[in-house]
């Protein structure tokens, strides 16, 4: 018996075949959930009218994700704590340490928190998480011009907002 053709589910009936084939590939469920789901998102955000082929512009834009996240990776290899030796762990032999660590930690929130959301996050995106320029660019919708605006008001603002935690 022949198999019926299989219908054109358009591009929300392929996501989670998509999924699927992303996780086979990389063998993270999440990290190939994420990517899908920025890819998604951006073409939601999106007018819809310059983009002909909704499911290839998914799939390709999944693929640059995880493509990034590898050489991220490839660039800041990571061990696990536990594969450590004793000998290389960070000690804190200053008491006072933890308490101004976690006052600086909760002022930089309070300061992110200040700047405007695009700004907030494309210097988060880059700075914090590693993502080039152009890459922020991307997930943002915006030129690269604007995210160099971005990251540099968002430095000027934690540079002044932060100055009294700066040793003299």
Request: contains cysteine; charged residues 25%; aromatic residues 6%.
């Given at each position: 018996?022949?198999?019926?053709?299989?219908?054109?589910?358009?591009?929300?009936?392929?996501?989670?075949?998509?999924?699927?084939?992303?996780?086979?590939?990389?063998?993270?469920?999440?990290?190939?959930?994420?990517?899908?789901?920025?890819?998604?998102?951006?073409?939601l955000k999106s007018d819809g009218g310059h983009i002909l082929e909704p499911r290839a512009y998914?799939?390709?834009?999944?693929?640059?994700?995880?493509?990034?996240?590898?050489?991220?990776?490839?660039?800041?290899?990571?061990?696990?704590?536990?594969?450590?030796?004793?000998?290389?762990?960070?000690?804190?032999?200053?008491?006072?340490?933890?308490?101004?660590?976690?006052?600086?930690?909760?002022?930089?929130?309070?300061?992110?928190?200040?700047?405007?959301?695009?700004?907030?996050?494309?210097?988060?995106?880059?700075?914090?998480?590693?993502?080039?320029?152009?890459?922020?660019?991307?997930?943002?919708?915006?030129?690269?011009?604007?995210?160099?605006?971005?990251?540099?008001?968002?430095?000027?603002?934690?540079?002044?907002?932060?100055?009294?935690?700066?040793?003299?």
């Amino acid at each position: 018996m022949p198999r019926s053709k299989p219908q054109d589910k358009g591009w929300i009936g392929c996501y989670a075949e998509m999924v699927r084939g992303w996780v086979r590939k990389m063998g993270n469920t999440h990290e190939a959930e994420d990517a899908l789901q920025d890819a998604a998102v951006g073409l939601l955000k999106s007018d819809g009218g310059h983009i002909l082929e909704p499911r290839a512009y998914l799939y390709r834009a999944s693929m640059n994700s995880l493509a990034g996240n590898a050489r991220r990776e490839a660039r800041l290899p990571t061990l696990p704590l536990h594969e450590i030796s004793e000998d290389d762990h960070p000690r804190d032999v200053d008491s006072g340490a933890a308490v101004r660590a976690a006052q600086l930690a909760a002022a930089v929130e309070a300061a992110l928190l200040q700047l405007p959301i695009k700004c907030r996050q494309a210097y988060i995106w880059h700075r914090l998480e590693g993502y080039s320029q152009q890459e922020v660019a991307a997930r943002l919708g915006v030129s690269l011009n604007s995210v160099e605006r971005y990251i540099m008001r968002a430095m000027r603002h934690l540079r002044d907002a932060l100055h009294s935690y700066a040793p003299d």
